[in-house]
Antibody, heavy 117, light 107 residues
Framework: EVQLQQSGPELVKPGASVKISCKASGYSFTGYYMHWVKQSHVKSLEWIGRINPYNGATSYNQNFKDKASLTVDKSSSTAYMELHSLTSEDSAVYYC??????????WGQGTTLTVSS | ENVLTQSPAIMSASLGEKVTMSCRASSSVNYMYWYQQKSDASPKLWIYYTSNLAPGVPARFSGSGSGNSYSLTISSMEGEDAATYYCQQFTSSPSITFGAGTKLELK
């Protein structure tokens, strides 16, 4: 059974950074892209970017290229997303999602990020 | 960016009623994908490659369309179908965008 287990909710101060994790199981981690998606009340669902766990190659939505950094640890089948210089606009739920060609066949449970002083 | 416009934003249907929702792309795409999301849950893949139902999706659902215009149809509304449905497109680069969603409520 494919599972994507994300880290817990985060409360961070403006200007700080945060790193969210997504541990994959039940499939070949290096065989599929891992994507990250932001869900907020303002903009619904936004694609942040993807990483190829096999070689670490990344692609980003231009709107997030200076905001997010995607990495993986193949030894633990875990993907990470670090968000920098946080503002209140970054408060949202963030999902990791397993890519299957052009779409997402499995999603993590989501990580709620709250940016507040 | 390929903007996806979903309509209506909110709709309600009675049990047994036929439901159709729309997703229009600002640029033509080859395929459309749909996700179902219920409150406090993650989105679930619902329809892929325009018309293929994801595993476990009831046969009362169908997807159709081409070019700039796509739709999701429920032949007979059931209570469990109340949810928000999002369309998604993919173009090479890659560029992935979602619609704003159609919230379907039980009347």
């Amino acid at each position: 059974e494919v599972q994507l287990q994300q880290s817990g909710p985060e409360l961070v101060k403006p200007g700080a950074s945060v790193k969210i994790s997504c541990k994959a199981s039940g499939y070949s981690f290096t065989g599929y892209y891992m994507h990250w998606v932001k869900q907020s009340h303002v903009k619904s669902l936004e694609w942040i970017g993807r990483i190829n766990p096999y070689n670490g190659a990344t692609s980003y939505n231009q709107n997030f290229k200076d905001k997010a950094s995607l990495t993986v640890d193949k030894s633990s089948s875990t993907a990470y997303m670090e968000l920098h210089s946080l503002t209140s606009e970054d408060s949202a739920v963030y999902y990791c999602a397993k890519g299957l060609r052009d779409y997402f066949d499995y999603w993590g449970q989501g990580t709620t990020l709250t940016v507040s002083s | 960016e390929n903007v996806l416009t979903q309509s209506p934003a909110i709709m309600s249907a009675s049990l047994g009623e036929k439901v159709t929702m729309s997703c229009r792309a600002s640029s033509s795409v080859n395929y459309m994908y749909w996700y179902q999301q219920k409150s406090d849950a993650s989105p679930k893949l619902w329809i892929y490659y325009t018309s293929n139902l994801a595993p476990g999706v009831p046969a009362r659902f169908s997807g159709s369309g081409s070019g700039n215009s796509y739709s999701l149809t429920i032949s007979s509304m059931e209570g469990e179908d109340a949810a928000t449905y999002y369309c998604q497109q993919f173009t090479s680069s890659p560029s992935i965008t979602f619609g704003a969603g159609t919230k379907l409520e039980l009347k």
